[in-house]
T-cell receptor, first 110, second 114 residues
Framework: QQPVQSPQAVILREGEDAVINCSSS?????VHWYRQKHGEAPVFLMI?????EQKGHDKISASFNEKKQQSSLYLTASQLSYSGTYFC???????????FGQGTTLQVKP | DSGVTQTPKHLITATGQRVTLRCSPR?????VYWYQQSLDQGLQFLIQ???????AKGNILERFSAQQFPDLHSELNLSSLELGDSALYFC?????????????FGSGTRLTVV
């Protein structure tokens, strides 16, 4: 079952913060986050494997609440380069098959 | 360059035809995944291979088939093409299968069916 992302779209000014949420009706064992710029390949950002785990890279971080079956991606002090579509993904079973959410489009304006 | 190579980058073909998309995974990666992305749509999982064996299938049409060869490269075959098959087809690879491994995507093959 596909995870659900919210919001569908976000428009920000440079320097503003954003939060993208990802939730699932099924138990989550891990959450992946990717960013895709228009016409390009998705790029891996991070994986969260444990409930309560938080990770960060530069000014992009994420948390994983296993009990609530949701993850959130935090973008702090947005830069123009953060623009793109963000996908969360959840793994089904033991195969490693990654099912993506529908995506959240982020546009950062000067 | 992500290390995952997909060819061709662009493909234009007529309805009813058959095409083959090729993917070479990143060196050392054993798992290969195929995804379809239609215009302004999300990433739809098609099929997964691990070390030459099929491991998982998504909503892949019967007209589509794939395989992974002993050298670990993979091919996705699309036959009896329809206009609706026009999409970006991505291949991704990972070191192993399982929750702990991130995917590396190739740059994709843009298929246009006319």
């Amino acid at each position: 079952q596909q995870p659900v992302q919210s919001p569908q779209a976000v428009i920000l000014r440079e320097g503003e913060d954003a939060v993208i949420n990802c939730s699932s009706s099924k138990a989550l064992y891990s959450v992946h986050w990717y960013r895709q710029k228009h016409g390009e390949a998705p790029v891996f950002l991070m994986i969260l494997l444990k409930g309560g785990e938080q990770k960060g890279h530069d000014k992009i971080s994420a948390s994983f609440n296993e009990k609530k079956q949701q993850s959130s991606l935090y973008l702090t002090a947005s830069q123009l380069s953060y623009s793109g579509t963000y996908f969360c993904g959840t793994i089904e079973g033991n195969t490693g098959k990654l099912i993506f959410g529908q995506g959240t489009t982020l546009q950062v304006k000067p | 360059d992500s290390g995952v190579t997909q060819t061709p980058k662009h493909l234009i073909t007529a309805t009813g035809q058959r095409v083959t998309l090729r993917c070479s995974p990143r060196s050392g990666d054993l798992s290969v995944y195929w995804y379809q992305q239609s215009l302004d749509q999300g990433l739809q999982f098609l099929i997964q291979y691990y070390n030459g064996e099929e491991r998982a299938k998504g909503n892949i049409l019967e007209r589509f088939s794939a395989q992974q060869f002993p050298d670990l490269h993979s091919e996705l075959n699309l036959s009896s093409l329809e206009l609706g098959d026009s999409a970006l087809y991505f291949c991704a690879s990972s070191t192993r299968q399982g929750a702990a491994y991130g995917y590396t995507f190739g740059s994709g093959t843009r298929l246009t069916v006319v």
